[in-house]
Nanobody, 112 residues
């Protein structure tokens, strides 16, 4: 069973930046298609971004141009660089292996 651990969440002012990390253990990270999701209070979990095994990326319209997803297979880690943060980005951010494990989440709070 692959385990995922997110980190990097924090309280930040609007317009600021954060970088989230998702560390994987117990599997072959380089073979996984990886995703970031988020869940705001009172809302359903929503897709944020994905990075394939080959490194191709795709973003939700709400974060396109502001967020960058990447992976370092040598470190078994996926990242989410978040710039120009908005209050509506406030949520718990989760990493996910397509069809598989979820992390426990990391809280991002953006103050106005």
């Amino acid at each position: 069973q692959v385990q995922l651990v997110e980190s990097g969440g924090a309280l930040v002012q609007a317009g600021g930046s954060l970088r989230l990390s998702c560390a994987a253990s117990g599997g072959t990270f380089s073979t996984y298609d990886m995703r970031w999701y988020r869940q705001a209070p009172g809302k359903e979990r929503e897709f944020v971004a994905r990075v394939s095994r080959s490194g191709s990326t795709f973003y939700a319209n709400s974060v396109k141009g502001r967020f960058t997803i990447s992976r370092d297979n040598a470190k078994n880690t996926m990242y989410l660089q978040m710039n120009s943060l908005k209050p509506e980005d406030t949520a718990i951010y989760y990493c996910n292996i397509l069809g598989g494990s979820w992390g426990q989440g990391t809280q991002v709070t953006v103050s106005s």
